[in-house]
């Protein structure tokens, strides 16, 4: 157990519209899903501790985006289940039958992993369902409702596809063998396995948390279906990863348009490309087809040892997620952060990264010396972001690592965002076809920000 209560990092520089538990530990966002004007924003989390363990849903609502209010536990642990990570949807046409007259029900899909005391190990796919909005939940009597016996089976993640006479679909992964298995469902209850995908990409890690969803490039229609897909270990910055497949999906089968024989990650497609992003996820139900994804803004490499407390760990800022053609003729995912609309903790700034000789330097600092820096070579195409003297970087000795990304051939002067705030900084570039971000421990939040460009 981590000793935290003399950290400089407890509450000073909480970050603000990066949402964060109370006073416990949080690990992956579930659930993700917007009702009624509001987002449902579910996540693992410890309700007892400031490390990993007794995990339960936790559930905070908000209907900006970035103001995040904590609501009770939604699906608490039991003696014998942990309740794993998941989805959430709105049974519209009541599938599941567990809304009654003049009520919708919104159904949580959750791995329930048996508790280590147990005696079991198995994880299988469970329901739990409010009729009340989000506000209570309770589980169905007949779970699990998908068990194949396998302890390495988990973080379902449940959508309708076609109209009213489609069904659901469930991408879930088998962890160690690396796949992603769908099954088909009328009603959320009986689910047939219909294929798989996988061993693809990156390998060097269990497989986690899968979503699949699809977006269409705004300027000529195309359409691609998105696979997304966690790794831990063998992640491009090292420990935790997110990657993604672009390709086809027909309510059954996906099938990747672009498969790369290589023993480098480099060569693979990353959501993001810094140390801290992790089991990211999309909401379900969003208004106007607009696709919001968060992620977990920490690496289980160190995740447990962080310096702040009682809280520990927080969300990524929602990202709006498009699919567009780069520069260098490919597709490819797009990132853009929803931001607060008042001023807040929250510093965004934006700034360019000429070509034509030497590099370019932005520097987020505090009063202390304290210093995040960001080096853009946008002749040589890369970005480089070096938290070494960003603060409190001695709880690990991998914490220091600088993080690099690549910039697609073809893009010229190089645009970026860089958004800190209290414990996270997200660096966008090229159109947010290229991002970073990284967990950081100041003892006072960053207020000063430079740029020098540098010939050399
Ligand atoms: C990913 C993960 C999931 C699992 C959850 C447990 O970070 O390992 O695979 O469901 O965390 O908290």
Redesign the pocket.
């Known amino acids: 157990m981590t000793s935290t209560a003399t950290s400089p990092a407890t509450t000073s520089i909480r970050p603000s519209a990066h949402f964060t538990a109370r006073r416990s530990w949080l690990?992956?966002p579930n659930g993700l899903l917007f009702h009624d004007g509001v987002y449902h924003l579910f996540f693992?989390t410890n309700p007892s501790g400031s490390t990993?363990g007794n995990?339960s849903w936790g559930h905070a609502t908000s209907t900006d985006l970035v103001t995040w209010t904590e609501r009770d536990i939604a699906i608490p642990h039991t003696e014998d289940e942990m309740a794993?990570?998941g989805s959430a949807v709105v049974d519209a046409h009541n599938t599941a039958g567990f809304a009654g007259p003049g009520e919708t029900a919104l159904v949580a899909i959750y791995?329930a992993a048996a508790h280590p005391g147990s005696g079991r190990t198995t994880q299988a796919q469970s329901l739990a369902f409010s009729v009340d909005a989000g506000e209570t939940w309770t589980r169905y009597a007949g779970n699990p409702v998908l068990d194949i016996g396998s302890s390495e089976f988990?973080?379902p993640k449940v959508f309708w596809y076609g109209g009213d006479d489609g069904h659901w679909v469930m991408a879930v992964v088998a962890?160690t063998e690396h796949r992603v298995l769908f099954y088909t469902s009328p009603d959320l209850i009986s689910w047939t396995k219909t294929s798989q995908f996988g061993p693809a990409h990156a390998t060097g890690g269990v497989w986690?948390?899968p979503d699949l969803f699809p977006l269409t490039v705004a300027e000529t229609g195309e359409t691609r279906w998105v696979l997304i897909v966690?790794l831990?270990p063998g992640g491009i910055a090292g420990g935790s990863g997110t990657q993604y497949f672009l390709g086809d999906f027909d309510g059954t089968t996906f099938t990747p348009e672009r498969i790369v024989e290589s023993d480098d990650l480099a060569d693979f497609d990353w959501v993001d490309y810094g140390h801290d992003y992790?089991?990211a996820v999309s909401f379900a139900n969003v208004p106007d087809g607009r696709r919001l994804m968060v992620g977990?803004a920490s690496n289980?490499l160190y995740a447990e040892e962080t310096p702040t407390g009682p809280w520990r760990s927080a969300m990524s800022l929602v990202r709006e997620m498009s699919l567009v053609r780069r520069a260098d003729g490919r597709l490819a995912l797009a990132q853009a952060p929803v931001l607060p609309a008042a001023p807040s903790m929250l510093r965004a700034h934006r700034f360019s990264a000429p070509r034509g000789g030497g590099r370019t330097t932005a520097s987020l600092s505090n009063a202390s010396g304290e210093e995040f820096v960001v080096t853009v070579d946008a002749d040589a195409r890369v970005i480089a972001c070096d938290r070494g003297a960003s603060g409190d970087t001695g709880f690990h000795a991998e914490f220091r690592a600088v993080a690099r990304a690549p910039l697609p051939a073809g893009v010229g002067d190089v645009e970026l965002l860089i958004v800190a705030d209290g414990t996270v900084v997200e660096v966008f570039a090229a159109g947010g076809t290229v991002c970073l971000t990284e967990q950081v421990f100041p003892s006072a939040p960053y207020n000063r920000f430079e740029v020098r460009h540098t010939a050399e």
């Open positions: 690990n992956d693992q990993w995990i794993f990570s791995t988990r973080d962890a986690e948390c966690s831990n992790y089991a977990w289980w």
